[in-house]
């Protein structure tokens, strides 16, 4: 016997389908954890994974270390030991076993490295070498980035990816290094040197990926702490993980919690830039409008206040006939005087009757004339010529003048000027001054071309 079930029914999870959405939930949830307990049932197959559970007095949880990580374990631990690991949240689908893949592992406690670490920086720290206040500052935009890192490592690539994706225009500079191992260290001082021996860089990131305490402890050696407190060069330390902290990034002028986030920190957004230049042309040409509006609002009053020049002429003629006039007068007064004075001599010179006297009085009154009518003929020649030069220089600022040698005023039917052909439509009357009268003409057709073409009947 079959029992029915309503169509209502809510649809039920497979197995797997539930364990996949409980794997995907434990992952976003947590993220990267720290979780110190006691090893059980440690197992190392073939394989070279090892497997164990992580207990404390109530709870233990299963914990799969692989051996790409367990690798650079140096001391195998074993069952007992009280351990502190570093990985993710997971679940194992096949069995639905809640676990943890364990990417570091390290004694519980302080071990001789944490102890070292700790001396070192208590050392430095107390010489002064993390003080902010001998930090460099970084450049706001750097010409040239140097990087000592690994040739071969993940950072170098996180680093020219984001700078590719930031600003590709920025040149960059590997200065290659061993980042792990007993050369290390030596190796990231001296290519910490070369870089300022080569001075073409004015920012250096100093950093590798992620790893345990001991990958990276060429980070936390005294040598190289130094030979970032001594660099010239404004500094970004960039090791590890973001949970990953080093003696260098305590020396260093920035730390980064990894070299990406190293690249994105010291180098502009070239779409910022784009942003910024846009916004710029934006307000140039705002400027420019602004300019051009009040330039020609300066040249309208400058127009409105232009005085015609047939008035100026007049004036100028009225001026010059005053002073003909006067001129006149002046010459008029003088031959009057003298001739009073040649008169009052005359009658002296009969007064006193003296022959030869008078001889000579006739011939200096005679060369007095003379000197008199060139000086009165030059007097007039010299005004003369200055009157016809102010009228030719005033004929030549004329706008008259201009008429003359072919050009024309066009005004519309309100008596407007035209300046260009798409002022005017076909029909529409026109009046144009000429050098001499004018004329009154209707537009046939417009051509605002390079030309600049109008077409009329007249």
């Known amino acids: 016997m079959t029992?029915?079930?309503?169509?209502?029914?809510?649809?039920?999870?497979?197995?797997?389908?539930?364990?996949?959405?409980?794997?995907?939930?434990?992952?976003?949830?947590?993220?990267?954890?720290?979780?110190?307990?006691?090893?059980?049932?440690?197992?190392?197959?073939?394989?070279?994974?090892?497997?164990?559970?992580?207990?404390?007095?109530?709870?233990?949880?299963?914990?799969?270390?692989?051996?790409?990580?367990?690798?650079?374990?140096?001391?195998?631990?074993?069952?007992?030991?009280?351990?502190?690991?570093?990985?993710?949240?997971?679940?194992?689908?096949?069995?639905?076993?809640?676990?943890?893949?364990?990417?570091?592992?390290?004694?519980?406690?302080?071990?001789?490295?944490?102890?070292?670490?700790?001396?070192?920086?208590?050392?430095?720290?107390?010489?002064?070498?993390?003080?902010?206040?001998?930090?460099?500052?970084?450049?706001?935009?750097?010409?040239?980035?140097?990087?000592?890192?690994?040739?071969?490592?993940?950072?170098?690539?996180?680093?020219?990816?984001?700078?590719?994706?930031?600003?590709?225009?920025?040149?960059?500079?590997?200065?290659?290094?061993?980042?792990?191992?007993?050369?290390?260290?030596?190796?990231?001082?001296?290519a910490i040197e070369r870089a300022q021996r080569h001075n073409v860089a004015d920012v250096l990131i100093i950093g590798r990926g992620g790893g345990s305490l001991e990958d990276l402890w060429c980070f936390n050696e005294e040598a190289?702490?130094?030979?970032?407190?001594?660099?010239?060069?404004?500094?970004?330390?960039?090791?590890?993980?973001?949970?990953?902290?080093?003696?260098?990034?305590?020396?260093?002028?920035?730390?980064?919690?990894?070299?990406?986030?190293?690249?994105?920190?010291?180098?502009?957004d070239q779409q910022d830039w784009l942003r910024r230049l846009n916004d710029q042309q934006l307000r140039l040409a705002q400027s420019a409008r602004r300019q051009l509006q009040r330039l020609q609002t300066q040249l309208s009053h400058l127009t409105a206040r232009l005085r015609d020049p047939r008035r100026e002429l007049q004036e100028k003629a009225q001026r010059m006939d005053e002073l003909d006039l006067r001129l006149n007068r002046v010459i008029t007064q003088k031959l009057e005087q003298y001739g009073v004075r040649t008169e009052h001599l005359?009658?002296?010179?009969?007064?006193?009757?003296?022959?030869?006297?008078?001889?000579?009085?006739?011939?200096?009154?005679?060369?007095?004339?003379?000197?008199?009518?060139?000086?009165?003929?030059?007097?007039?020649?010299q005004n003369r010529e200055r009157l016809q030069h102010s009228a030719q220089s005033l004929h030549l600022v004329s706008p008259l003048a201009t008429l003359e040698r072919g050009y024309a005023i066009v005004r519309d039917e309100h008596g407007r000027i035209i300046r260009r052909a798409g002022e005017l439509s076909q029909g529409q009357s026109i009046s144009a001054r000429l050098g001499r009268g004018s004329v009154v003409a209707e537009v046939t057709g417009v051509h605002e071309d390079d030309d600049k073409m109008i077409k009329i009947n007249h």
């Open 3 to 190: 029992t029915a079930y309503p169509d209502s029914r809510p649809r039920a999870l497979t197995v797997s389908e539930l364990n996949h959405q409980a794997k995907q939930l434990l992952e976003a949830s947590f993220m990267q954890v720290w979780v110190e307990g006691e090893i059980s049932g440690f197992a190392r197959p073939s394989s070279g994974h090892w497997y164990f559970s992580l207990k404390d007095k109530k709870c233990q949880i299963r914990c799969a270390m692989f051996r790409g990580a367990n690798q650079r374990i140096r001391t195998l631990p074993k069952e007992g030991d009280q351990i502190r690991i570093r990985g993710k949240v997971t679940l194992y689908e096949n069995r639905g076993d809640f676990q943890i893949i364990v990417e570091h592992l390290e004694p519980a406690g302080l071990g001789p490295l944490q102890q070292a670490f700790d001396a070192l920086k208590m050392k430095l720290q107390a010489e002064g070498l993390f003080d902010p206040a001998r930090k460099k500052p970084l450049p706001a935009t750097p010409r040239h980035i140097g990087v000592v890192t690994s040739p071969t490592g993940a950072a170098i690539h996180d680093i020219l990816t984001v700078l590719a994706r930031r600003c590709p225009a920025i040149p960059v500079t590997l200065y290659p290094t061993a980042v792990q191992g007993q050369a290390a260290t030596a190796d990231i001082v001296q």
């Open 346 to 381: 005359e009658r002296r010179l009969a007064a006193q009757s003296p022959q030869q006297t008078l001889v000579r009085a006739s011939e200096q009154v005679a060369l007095l004339r003379r000197r008199l009518d060139s000086a009165v003929q030059q007097n007039l020649r």
């Open 224 to 268: 190289v702490a130094r030979a970032i407190a001594a660099c010239s060069i404004p500094t970004v330390s960039a090791v590890g993980h973001e949970v990953d902290v080093t003696i260098a990034d305590f020396v260093a002028d920035l730390r980064a919690p990894t070299p990406s986030a190293a690249a994105e920190k010291i180098s502009p």
